[in-house]
Nanobody, 127 residues
Framework: LRFSCRRWGGLVQPGGSLRLSCVASGFRFDRYHIGWFRQAPGKEREGVSV????????YYADSVKGRFTISSDNAKNTVYLQMNSLKPEDTAVYYC????????????????????WGKGTQVTVSS
């Protein structure tokens, strides 16, 4: 499994927006759950959002609900994370991940992580 993640934009001010994308290869994208996670300096990794590509269901951490939107283009093997109303506390290294396990709810991955991981991309929110 391979992931190529990209940040569309640079340093962003509080209240601004940023979009992340992650192109996956080497596996049946439409059969996997794909997630975004983040880790801020000195903090534990945190689940941000998960999309189940088989049914399109989406899941969000409470800290980003209403501000972030995850979406997926199965034809392009790409998952996106649109981040709006950004806050300084959103500053972190963001990672894309995938998992093909069957779970009752995608929130399982939010809390417990996923099996396959890509390299991170830095997101900095600062005035």
């Amino acid at each position: 499994l391979r992931f190529s993640c990209r940040r569309w934009g640079g340093l962003v001010q509080p209240g601004g927006s940023l979009r992340l994308s992650c192109v996956a290869s080497g596996f049946r994208f439409d059969r996997y759950h794909i997630g975004w996670f983040r880790q801020a300096p000195g903090k534990e990794r945190e689940g941000v959002s998960v999309i189940s590509n088989s049914d399109g269901f989406t899941y969000y951490a409470d800290s980003v609900k209403g501000r972030f939107t995850i979406s997926s283009d199965n034809a392009k093997n790409t998952v996106y994370l649109q981040m709006n109303s950004l806050k300084p506390e959103d500053t972190a290294v963001y990672y894309c991940a995938a998992d093909d396990r069957s779970v009752y709810s995608g929130m399982y991955f939010i809390y417990n992580g996923m099996e396959y991981w890509g390299k991170g991309t830095q997101v900095t929110v600062s005035s």
